[in-house]
T-cell receptor, first 109, second 110 residues
Framework: QKEVEQNSGPLSVPEGAIASLNCTYS??????FFWYRQYSGKSPELIMF????GDKEDGRFTAQLNKASQYVSLLIRDSQPSDSATYLC?????????FGTGTSLTVIP | EAQVTQNPRYLITVTGKKLTVTCSQN?????MSWYRQDPGLGLRQIYY???????DKGDVPEGYKVSRKEKRNFPLILESPSPNQTSLYFC?????????FGPGTRLTVL
């Protein structure tokens, strides 16, 4: 059973701060890693994906991957109230997706 | 508009009454899948399909069936629903492995 672990939170940060979301995975053979954002009552939407060790930046979002430690993180810089949502980490093993249970983020104005 | 559609969006039914949830995508994606989302358990993949006529079990396939006769459609069938299948269901389609989710179907089985 492949596992993806996330702290459920809730995580609260003040507006303008950096939010740091973490995820670990059990399958060392996993190759692709994804971060989804899910607003309450809505469907998940993809915000970042990363395949290689290191950092990948897209606007205010940075995904970090460390395959040796089986760890992937998402940093949100200059957090805004509109970033308040649940963030889901996902990995792909074979052709199957495995999701964490999500971390709830609240950005306080 | 590129999208994944699901119908119905809400459904209340009774134990044992067969039902089908439809899923359709207009992005010509080869990969499609079904998930259920439950509090504390997250998103779990039920079935997925790499292409027409190719389907595979995910983590929680028991009590579900799927078919992929056309590229755009991937219906989820519950032949004899039970209360433990009460959940929020999402269909998704993927370009490579970048998934696009439908709006969800909230199913209640009494």
């Amino acid at each position: 059973q492949k596992e993806v672990e996330q702290n459920s939170g809730p995580l609260s940060v003040p507006e303008g701060a950096i939010a740091s979301l973490n995820c670990t995975y059990s399958d060392r053979g996993s190759q692709s890693f994804f971060w989804y954002r899910q607003y309450s009552g809505k469907s998940p939407e993809l915000i970042m994906f990363i395949y290689s060790n290191g950092d990948k930046e897209d606007g205010r979002f940075t995904a970090q991957l460390n395959k040796a430690s089986q760890y992937v993180s998402l940093l949100i810089r200059d957090s805004q109230p509109s970033d308040s949502a649940t963030y889901l980490c996902a990995v792909i093993g074979g052709n199957q997706f495995y999701f964490g249970t999500g971390t709830s983020l609240t950005v306080i104005p | 508009e590129a999208q994944v559609t699901q119908n119905p969006r809400y459904l209340i039914t009774v134990t044992g009454k067969k039902l089908t949830v439809t899923c359709s995508q207009n992005m010509n994606h080869e990969y499609m899948s079904w998930y259920r989302q439950d509090p504390g358990l997250g998103l779990r993949q039920i079935y997925y399909s790499m292409n027409v006529e190719v389907t595979d079990k995910g983590d929680v396939p028991e009590g579900y069936k799927v078919s992929r006769k056309e590229k755009r459609n991937f219906p989820l069938i519950l032949e004899s629903p039970s209360p433990n299948q009460t959940s929020l269901y999402f269909c998704a389609s993927s370009y490579r492995y970048e998934q696009f989710f439908g709006p969800g179907t909230r199913l209640t089985v009494l």
